[in-house]
Structure formats: C-alpha cells, structure tokens
Nanobody, 122 residues
Framework: QVQLVESGGGSVQPGGSLRLSCAAS????????LGWFRQAPGKEREWVAT???????TYADAVKGRFTISRDNAKNTLYLQMSNLKPEDTAMYYC????????????????WGQGTQVTVSS
C-alpha cells in the first residue's frame, strides 16, 4: 500500500510558477507509474501528466511546454513544476500511482493523495 501527500499549492498570478510535491510512503515509487491530475469546481477530473519511468513522460496537451513532471526515486517524491500559469490551471491537484508493466505501460491509477489547491488569478 502506498500513501501519498501533496504539498506546494498556493495562489499565484498569471504567468507565475509553482512547484508541487508528492511525498510517497509505504513503498518505493521506482516500481510505479506516477501521475498528476486536477479537478476544478463543477468540472470533471482531468489528467495532467504521467511519469511511467523517469525517462518516459507524457503530458496533456493543455500543459505541454509549461509543466514538467519529474521524480526523485531516492527521496521517494514526485514533482510537478508549473510555469507560465494561467487562470484555467486553477484546480485541486492530485498525485496518484499505478502499477507499471511491460516496462512502459501503466495500469489504471489506484492510489490517490488528498490534493493541494492551486489558484491562478490576478
């Protein structure tokens, strides 16, 4: 079982930057796919990015070129560096884990953190 705790959220102006962290415990993240998701009030949960491995990364079109997902296996922590933030990025951000198989494929995400709020406004 994996426990996940997000941190680093806050309120920033458009064009600003923010770095989210997801600290994992109970297991080592090196064996898992790791992902970031977000959900704004009244909207469906949206996939943001996945780190299948440290060198195998995918992004949603809405955040490509602005967000960077990374992991530090030694610290058992996942990160999301967000730059050039826009008001539409405002949401609760969640990290999640999924079993990895066939070296580069992810099962459905099954463990979730509590979330950290990101608000982008002027």
């Amino acid at each position: 079982q994996v426990q996940l705790v997000e941190s680093g959220g806050g309120s920033v102006q458009p064009g600003g930057s923010l770095r989210l962290s997801c600290a994992a415990s109970g297991d080592t993240i090196s064996a898992y796919c790791l992902g970031w998701f977000r959900q704004a009030p009244g909207k469906e949960r949206e996939w943001v990015a996945t780190s299948t491995r440290g060198d195998f990364i995918t992004y949603a079109d809405a955040v490509k070129g602005r967000f960077t997902i990374s992991r530090d296996n030694a610290k058992n922590t996942l990160y999301l560096q967000m730059s050039n933030l826009k008001p539409e990025d405002t949401a609760m951000y969640y990290c999640a884990t999924a079993p990895r198989y066939f070296s580069n494929r992810c099962a459905p995400f099954n463990y979730w953190g509590q979330g950290t709020q990101v608000t982008v406004s002027s």
